[in-house]
């Protein structure tokens, strides 16, 4: 089963922060609520901080992981009522955001997209990179990491130090769960979500060095069904942008005016909305 970290206390020597809204970070195909390092310390100024973590061997369809990442949200919302919730969803994290958002649409106030992989259904390579995965060894797994690594990101603008955890966070997953989350993106049809129904503010960010995925097109396609979606490029940056010294998450979220701290929060129901 998903469970949430707090990552404040074991990184920054900071307790929970329950009067600020609470900022849901969903990971990338690692699953592991790791990544997000970079990003924290600015974050924590105005955010109460939960990293979905999914374990390394789980093989959960996306409507399951759906229902049990709003389980895990509602939790979280009734220790404190009406604060506003944020989604951040990265990548595959990206897709899983997309799926809670179309199918409980008062679960959060504002959504934020980086380089969400829904193009992964057009990439011929994606169903391929699942058959072959699955037939890995873990020794071999770990090994094909390393290949990988070029193409998520720009390696001039990610520290050494968090080289070294994306490919750890990567190599922590087994090859069965890997392969399991790939053909997940490989059947993620985004034209079938009803995403007319995401009327929260939604903000993309769009890496242009993405080696791994279009994901400058996708933000494009997404910013045209999402009724309020505005979308920041990232011109120099690669897939996992959020690795990157230079890119500062809670700068671009209030240069945009997408921090709104006073805005409150619907009651949730976990029934799916219609």
Not at 139 to 146: A, C, D, E, G, I
Not at 186 to 213: C, H, K, T, Y
Request: with cysteine; hydrophobic share 40%; aromatic share 6%.
């Amino acid at each position: 089963m998903p469970f949430f970290i707090n990552p404040l206390p074991s990184l920054l020597g900071e307790p929970a922060k329950p009067s600020r809204p609470l900022f849901i970070y969903l990971p990338g195909m690692d699953g592991t609520g790791d990544l997000l390092r970079t990003q924290l310390s600015g974050l924590q100024a105005s955010f109460d901080i939960r990293c979905l973590s999914i374990p390394s061997n789980d093989i959960t369809d996306w409507d399951r992981l759906v229902e049990q990442v709003a389980r895990l949200i509602t939790k979280e919302q009734c220790r404190i009522q009406s604060r506003p919730v944020y989604i951040c969803g990265e990548s595959f994290g990206g897709c899983l955001a997309l799926r809670l958002a179309a199918s409980f649409p008062d679960i959060c106030q504002h959504l934020i997209l980086v380089n969400p992989a829904t193009s992964a259904f057009h990439q011929p390579w994606v169903s391929l990179g699942a058959s072959i995965t699955q037939r890995l060894t873990p020794s071999l797994y770990r090994l094909s990491t390393f290949g990988l690594l070029p193409l998520l990101i720009q390696p001039q603008r990610v520290s050494l130090a968090n080289q070294q955890a994306l490919l750890q966070a990567m190599q922590s997953v087994s090859p069965r769960s890997a392969a399991w989350r790939i053909s997940l993106l490989a059947n993620f049809a985004v034209e079938s979500l009803p995403l007319g129904r995401i009327l929260q503010p939604a903000l993309l960010l769009a890496s242009g060095a993405d080696r791994l995925l279009p994901s400058l097109d996708a933000a494009g396609r997404l910013a045209r069904q999402l009724p309020n979606a505005r979308t920041v490029q990232l011109p120099d940056s690669g897939h996992a942008c959020l690795l990157e010294s230079q890119v500062n998450l809670a700068k671009l979220l209030k240069s945009t005016d997408f921090f709104d701290p006073s805005s409150r929060a619907r009651p949730l129901s976990m029934s799916h909305g219609h």
